[in-house]
């Protein structure tokens, strides 16, 4: 069973630059296509950013900029680095693994899921 772990959310000042980690449990990690969702409460989740096994990012045009994604597959861990923090970006961020067949606009129903780590930016 696949098991995603994220560290690293919290209250944060606006301007501030958390770094969000993503734990794996899966040895093949490094052939995964993994990524970040978040979703406000009340609201779908949404698209922030992925990167595949070949290290090609995709980011979603709120977050150009101010967010990168990477990965250590020596750890089997993706981070989240957030900067220039707005009150928009509060959210619970998801870690996520996309299946193997499955496209990231069907991840709702086909990807595996962490937890989710609560960011709230605060004025």
């Known amino acids: 069973q696949v098991r995603l772990v994220e560290f690293g959310g919290g209250l944060v000042e606006v301007g501030g630059s958390p770094r969000l980690s993503c734990v794996a449990s899966?040895?093949?990690?490094?052939?995964?296509?993994m990524g970040w969702f978040s979703q406000v409460l009340g609201k779908e989740r949404e698209f922030v950013t992925t990167?595949?096994?070949?290290?090609?990012?995709n980011y979603a045009d709120s977050v150009v900029g101010r967010f990168t994604i990477s990965r250590d597959n020596a750890k089997n861990t993706i981070y989240l680095q957030m900067n220039s923090l707005k009150p928009d970006d509060t959210a619970i961020y998801y870690c996520?693994?996309?299946?193997?067949?499955?496209?990231?606009?069907?991840?709702?129903?086909?990807?595996?899921w962490g937890q989710g780590t609560q960011v709230t930016v605060s004025l």
């Open positions: 996520v693994r996309k299946r193997f067949g499955f496209a990231w606009s069907e991840a709702a129903t086909s990807a595996y």
């Open positions: 899966v040895s093949i990690f490094k052939i995964d296509d």
């Open positions: 990167i595949s096994c070949v290290n090609e990012r």
